[in-house]
């Protein structure tokens, strides 16, 4: 192995004590930080995501408000409770586990969720706000990741910055933060015809497409941060990313795993994310 791994556990270790310790000063000036989590229906990679999140939440001092619905919700009782979060000042971030049952519009959900608690970053006021280089929440994933790049100490300046996948809450959005630190982005995607031309150029890969061993060592320029953002299962039950990480670790500077990687990172910069939104409305 020539790569360094980047451990995802042990930078959010670092960043939710630094999250308890600001949610602790909330919480002595009367404004505990709270986070409300709603989850529709039975799907089990949800239900293990969420729990994670409110387990997050519990060991950092933030207030979980977990909801949890049948399937057979409908949109308007869904978007009801929205609406009475956006009102409760104890609730100062809204997320809403996606996917979302057939029946119900996501797009209609995200947009009920009231700017200043949408800690998902997801609607368009926030990722407008991404793309204009203004303030905002910026989407949990991509957000992690440009804290696993930075960990390296490596500076992002000038660097050829390959995203794999173009999804709205990861893709689009890391090729905005990448282009913000200044890296030179190429977005590729499935319709991208030689993908490892690409890749090759890459100082920094991100991959976020789905498919387990998008990335192999060939398609990998030596010395490269390579970032996997892929949550894929084996057919023993095993997560694997979309990176194949035995061959492209032998070739690679730093490379992240999966599980232990950009998955916990989401969670911290949820948290990060919740104390920014409860340090705002404590501030007015
Ligand atoms: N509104 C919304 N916001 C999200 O942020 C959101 C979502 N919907 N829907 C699904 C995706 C996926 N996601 C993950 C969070 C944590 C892990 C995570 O903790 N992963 C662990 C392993 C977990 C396991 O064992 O399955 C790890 O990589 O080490 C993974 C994936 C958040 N998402």
Redesign the pocket.
Known sequence: MTAQLID??ALSRQLRSEVAQRAAALTARGHQPGLAVILVGEDP??A??VR??VKACEDSGVRSIFEKYDADLSEAALLARIEALNADPTVHGI?????LPKHIDPHKV?EAIATSKDV?G?SVLSAGELMAGLDGFR???PYGSMKLIESTGQSIKGKHAVVIGRSN?VGKPMALLLLQANATVTVTHSGTPDLGYHTRQADIVVAAVGRANTLTADMVKPGAIVIDVG?N?KADGK?CGDVDFDGVKEVAGWIT????????M??TM?LVNTIEAAERTAAR
Do not use: E, F, H, W
Request: proline content about 15%.
């Open positions: 995802g556990n990679a949800s293990v995501y994670n999140k997320l809403v586990q996606m996917p995200i998902d997801y989407p949990c994933t809450t949550i299962r997560l795993p999966v599980p232990g990687g950009v998955g916990p989401t969670i949820l």
